[in-house]
């Protein structure tokens, strides 16, 4: 899929335990500096779900000049034009540690709301 000039796709993986499987979708992006956004829809955004979508709304109508905001794995600072996610595990020992990146505002509330439609039909699937 193309997100403006950003390659995306979609697919499904399956986690094994021992004799126990989980299926699970996820997002990759073909710029590698864009795997903390990955991390980001995959971990936090379905934590934070309406919260995070509330809270960009906000500073692009102009209700709140920036906003920051943290999940498990990432942190946001969100302003009007752009977004910074950074990662929260920087500094951990034996942890894949992602550069931040800073990404289009509202390109991201729309790749929120993507992930958040594919998630739904991913899961009416199962």
């Known amino acids: ?6 390659m995306y796709y979609f697919r499904e993986v399956t986690l094994k335990n021992g004799s126990s499987e989980k299926r699970r979708l996820i997002i990759e992006f073909d710029e590698p500096d864009m ?3 990955a991390e980001f829809l995959m971990a936090d955004a379905p934590l934070l779900y309406g919260k995070i ?3 960009i709304d ?3 109508t102009g209700e709140k000049r ?3 905001s943290n ?12 977004t910074i996610i950074s990662d929260l595990l920087a500094g951990m020992d034996n942890v894949d540690v992602y550069p931040a990146y800073e990404i289009d505002t509202i390109e991201l509330r ?6 958040f439609k ?8 199962k």
Not at 1 to 6: A, F, N, P, Q, V
């Open 110 to 115: 729309e790749l929120i709301v993507t992930w």
């Open 58 to 60: 906000q500073v692009l």
């Open 35 to 37: 795997k903390i956004v």
């Open 53 to 55: 979508l509330h809270e």
């Open 71 to 82: 999940g498990n794995r990432c942190a946001l600072t969100i302003r009007s034009s752009t």
């Open 66 to 68: 920036e906003i920051t």
């Open 1 to 6: 899929m193309r997100g403006d000039d950003k």
């Open 118 to 125: 594919k998630l739904e039909e991913f899961q009416q699937e």
